[in-house]
């Protein structure tokens, strides 16, 4: 598996009640993630896919192993900027991410491929070639509040994502007044769990919600509906 840390990824999407029954649970008994501000940050990302529209349509028919790019920022600083490619293999994935300066940002938005391939970062040449051989490029910008728990036995993160929403066709990531739409209805959240080897016994006791499934949930599916047909070629 490339030499990577791959981990197990559960998703559920949940209402109003459950995310309040499961936040009184869960607050007395892990910790909320240190970089975490009042337990919570916000996530913007911006998602990268190529004309035939792969990362969307793979995970749309259920591919166990695929793979998709994206730069993401948190809560509106450009202090601190990351690319990702995130990895999934069956029920596992994995993530490699690079920390890349906003000239680098500018070079991939303004798809300078040319610079892109003489970094000494291997992820951003991995990108550049990407976008050259199947002409991958920005499509969508996500963005939503997180509140993180976490428990070192089984290194172990469960998070709530709320307020799920995005980009009006719009896929410069750095933009601070950009026109937002809704993506998930009002009072839904999406609760995802990881873990390595195992999940503590008690943790999972405390996460049971009667009536709630393991789901496939992708944001950035949920998302590209919004998108209008043509917006590929238009960018």
Known sequence: ???????????????????????????????????????????????????????????????????????????????????????????????????????????????????????????????AIQMMNRILKPIIVVEYLREAYVSYPGNVRITFDKYLKTGLNKTKLLEEDMPMVKALEQGQFIMEIKYDEFLPSHIKSLIQVDGRWKQSISKYTLCRKYIKKNSWEDQ
């Open 1 to 127: 598996m490339e030499g990577l840390k791959y981990r197990h990824e559960e998703k559920y999407m949940i209402n109003k009640n459950d995310y309040l029954s499961l936040k009184n649970r869960l607050s007395k008994i892990l910790n909320h993630d240190n970089n975490a501000s009042g337990g919570e940050y916000q996530i913007r990302s911006l998602y990268f896919d190529d004309m035939q529209n792969t990362a969307l349509y793979e995970k749309l028919a259920g591919i166990s192993d695929r793979k998709k790019y994206r730069i993401r920022i948190y809560n509106n600083s450009d202090k601190y900027i990351v690319l990702e490619k995130k990895i999934k293999n069956q029920e596992y994935t994995a993530k490699k991410r690079q920390e890349i300066s906003k000239e680098e940002y500018n070079n991939i938005i303004s798809s300078n491929t040319t610079a892109l391939l003489k970094s000494n970062k291997p992820l951003l040449r991995d990108l």
